[in-house]
């Protein structure tokens, strides 16, 4: 395996780690993304396995020990497994996540006290805005949220619209709804909610230029349209799913 980079807006860098096994033999691509600033910012750490291989993806940006946060979708090992060894090597840098992703997991597996990030703060990363916004069970994980690079108009949207496959790292325009379902219908990974549409319909807001995926290619486009059409899929999910039965155990 190699981590590739590739710049995907002004100062913001993919680090891309493609898995061929996973979902073989389309195989699934795993994404951090390094905010470049006065204080530098990471989304994502990935594996814990994989972070010789980010290590070395990040030295050829910044030097390592210059990160100073570090945020992430939510707790799970491919967002957040990697985060001690980041703090071992940037010994100023900061675990910052919201309220319930600090609450119920990170007080106790960050090495580091982490810092709670209010939904909708703004983080001044130097010469760079970044906010974070919670999106509870959206697409999954109660302590789910995203963040926006407000000078680029980027939204860095963790596992909205995963998609499958070893894609370039950034495309233009076209349809990116169409293949997230398709990687829906594999993993089942979303926590179908009946404030999820909602959820996601609040991101158009902003209206991204650019949408930074964790698993696919990053777009450029209109992101808005793009994230209501992912809301109207999801809504129509909710709304067509069958019951589980679940049976007595008695």
Known sequence: ?????????????????????IAAPAGLAFNQFLILGDEPLMFHTGLRKMF?????????????????????GHYEADECGAMNEWLKVAPNAEIAHGQTGVMVSLNDMSDKAPRVLQDGEVVDIGGRRVRYIDTPHTP????????????????????LFTQLGDRPALIHGGDIVTPAMEAENI?????????????????????????????????????????HALANEYDNRLANRVPVAIKNAA
């Open 187 to 227: 993993f089942q990974y979303s926590a179908l909610n009946p404030g999820m549409g909602a959820t996601i319909r609040s991101l158009a807001k902003f209206a991204p230029k650019t949408l930074a995926l964790m698993h696919g290619p990053s777009f450029a486009g209109d992101g808005a349209a793009a994230l």
């Open 140 to 159: 999954h994980g109660w302590d789910a949220g995203v963040v926006y690079e407000e000078s680029t108009g980027t939204l860095l949207v963790g596992d």
């Open 1 to 21: 395996m190699e981590t590739k980079v590739a710049e995907i807006a002004d100062g913001i860098y993919r680090l891309s780690t493609y898995v061929p096994e």
């Open 52 to 72: 010789p291989l980010n290590l070395e993806a990040v030295r050829k940006i910044i030097p390592p020990e210059k990160l100073r946060w570090i945020t992430f």
